[in-house]
């Protein structure tokens, strides 16, 4: 079949336009690819990707028995980046560095950060200050992968004044994230190292939210709007029992007086702890976000130890405060009646063996009874009541009283107080043949020898004394109350016991300047006791623990001062303390002194 010249003409000039059409359509669509497209492909073809970026959860606030604030949340910054690996992390620091302060352990801090967790944004200022902030804001396209998250801060309006029993927060460690009870947590976070903070983490920390950003291959952000965001969840709010206006003044009276030492203030029928300090004390503002090492160094070194918690792990011999247990004791046992009179009268000393055991009165009391022995914290009458009960007794009822125990307040630093829970104690430190039963006897039923407590177990067994033999577990926060019997006496050897104390702040007594006003009766008992450190020497530390009013106790203070010499020093902040308390005043203004 043959084609006229003409028609293969056309049809070669139809090819050719047919040719022309395809290529100018290729073309064009080569042309919106590679130019006009040219932005949103070359992103494409980078790989974008979402990035989670976690938001932090408010804290559950902590309140008083009142309803004010111990801790809470205010507005915070961190600062964060986006980083590829390592190299790349300390790239971005180095320039950052030319932008904002930076130190050196910052930086490295935000490498094993960023080991932990290379997927999460790596946090370069956890506590980043707003000046800094609007600094990194101004620069935002020096740096395309830094994230600047506003975050709520933990803050304690009080600081110094409630570090003792409310801790603070700071990052989890990588040795904490190993730990089964945070399983579900990430580095980076914000978790209690210490006091209610750490006791009631689950409680505390609340649900961690996240949104997303949009990032190419080099972790630049492109794109932060419009994207996923799931709201964090904040934590439930803690009730205490603690007044905190009565707290704030603990801390005052301790700071004022530059006294070393710690107070415990409890209500004796439930245990309600109303306030807990130890000084000299620490600012927990300056945890959060990280401590600077010279600040932490500094702490760690301080010659009054504030890190070390006076009230809850100071372990000093509890002196005469523990005479009441001999008492308690002798009643119970029916080795004494309140109108005991010993053979030997206190002539200012007391002849054992081949030693003279001393009364603290140089001059001797004469003849007591119990409850002039007690008011006048006589050593020679429960000298002669220990032997007579015998040490097998003496560390048995020391036992079910729970001088052997912790308290059982519910924070964690608390220290199990230093009691032998039987005879193998001595045998096991001193060898069969290595000591007396008469001599620890002697010793133990004045407080002093293998007998050292913690002023939150002694406001403990006060609160027994204060009520019917039962003792109430301190609880700062509000839960059920819960009390042991720890002893049982009459309701008659009871009010006998209480007498005694009273006279101990009456005229004559050894607290008599820490008597209260407004005829409220401090019934107490203070005490005295030495030893031996190679930090301070021969030192003697003044303790005081009492309830008022006497007939109708509704508060226990306990205190130690350090180093504070005789017991009417301590008798007067407890009398400051419950004197707060109770809207009165201690008959005698407190003096201050170092």
Not at 268 to 292: C, E, K, Q, W
């Amino acid at each position: 079949m043959s084609f006229h010249p003409n028609d293969v003409a056309r049809r070669g000039r139809a090819a050719a336009m047919f040719s022309i059409a395809i290529m100018v359509v290729l073309l064009s669509a080569f042309f919106r690819t590679q130019v006009m497209g040219n932005k949103q492909w070359v992103l494409q073809s980078e790989e974008n990707r979402l990035r989670q970026v976690p938001i932090a959860a408010p804290r559950g606030i902590i309140y008083d028995r009142h309803g004010k604030i111990i801790a809470e949340n205010v507005v915070g910054y961190s600062v964060s980046v986006l980083a590829q690996s390592e190299d790349s992390l300390r790239a971005t620091m180095r320039r950052l560095a030319g932008t904002v302060s930076l130190t050196q352990g910052q930086m490295e801090l935000a490498v094993r950060r960023f080991k932990r967790a290379p997927t999460r944004p790596t946090v370069i200022l956890a506590d980043a200050p707003f000046d800094v902030v609007s600094v990194l804001e101004e620069h935002r396209l020096d740096f395309p992968n830094l994230i600047i998250l506003s975050a709520p801060k933990r803050f304690y309006p009080e600081g110094e004044a409630v570090a003792s029993l409310v801790g603070y927060v700071n990052e989890i460690s990588e040795t904490e994230l190993t730990l089964p009870q945070f399983a579900s947590y990430k580095a980076g976070q914000q978790i209690g190292k210490a006091g209610l903070e750490k006791q009631y983490e689950p409680i505390l920390h609340g649900q961690e939210g996240s949104r997303f950003v949009e990032v190419d291959a080099r972790n630049r952000i492109v794109r932060e709007e419009g994207l996923q965001e799931r709201k964090p969840k904040t934590a439930d709010p803690l009730h205490t029992n603690i007044d905190l206006d009565l707290q704030v003044y603990v801390a005052k009276l301790f700071r004022d007086s530059n006294f070393v030492g710690g107070a415990v203030a409890m209500e004796p029928h439930t245990g309600a702890v109303l306030a807990l300090h130890s000084a000299p004390s620490y600012d927990p503002n300056r945890f959060i976000g990280g401590i600077p090492f010279a600040m932490w160094d500094s702490l760690q070194k301080h010659k009054d130890k504030p890190l070390y918690n006076k009230a809850l792990q100071g372990i000093y011999p509890p002196g005469s405060t523990w005479k009441l247990a001999t008492a308690v004791m002798g009643l119970q046992e029916n080795a004494v009646t309140p109108t005991t009179r010993f053979p030997m009268s206190c002539t200012g000393y007391f002849p054992y063996g081949a030693r003279a055991w001393r009364c603290w009165a140089r001059g001797g009391h004469g003849s007591l009874d119990l409850t002039g022995a007690i008011a006048q914290s006589c050593d020679v009458y429960f000298y002669q009541l220990g032997l007579k009960l015998g040490i097998s007794r003496l560390v048995a009822g020391g036992v079910q009283m729970g001088f052997a125990s912790k308290s059982g307040v519910d924070v964690p630093e608390e220290f199990r107080s230093l009691f032998p829970k039987d005879l193998d104690y001595f045998n096991s430190k001193w060898g069969p043949r290595g000591w007396t039963p008469g001599a620890v006897a002697l010793n133990m039923s004045i407080g002093q020898g293998d007998n050292a407590q913690t002023v939150v177990n002694m406001a403990k067994f006060y609160t027994a004394l204060a009520t019917d033999g039962h003792a109430a577990k301190p609880e700062i926060v509000k839960r059920s109350p819960e009390r042991t019997k720890i002893f049982d006496l009459s309701a008659e050897h009871i009010d006998v016991l209480r007498n005694a104390m009273s006279n101990v702040t009456a005229a004559g007594g050894t607290a008599a300047s820490a008597a209260l006003s407004g005829g409220v009766v401090f019934a107490g008992k203070t005490g005295t006791s030495q030893i031996a450190s190679l930090e301070k020497g021969l030192c003697e530390h003044a303790w005081f623990v009492g309830f008022a009013p006497a007939e109708d106790p509704k508060i226990v203070v306990s205190v130690v001062i350090e180093c504070g010499a005789h017991g009417y020093l301590a008798a007067r902040l407890a009398s400051a303390i419950a004197g707060k308390y109770l809207g009165v005043m201690p008959r005698l203004l407190m003096q201050t002194g170092g």
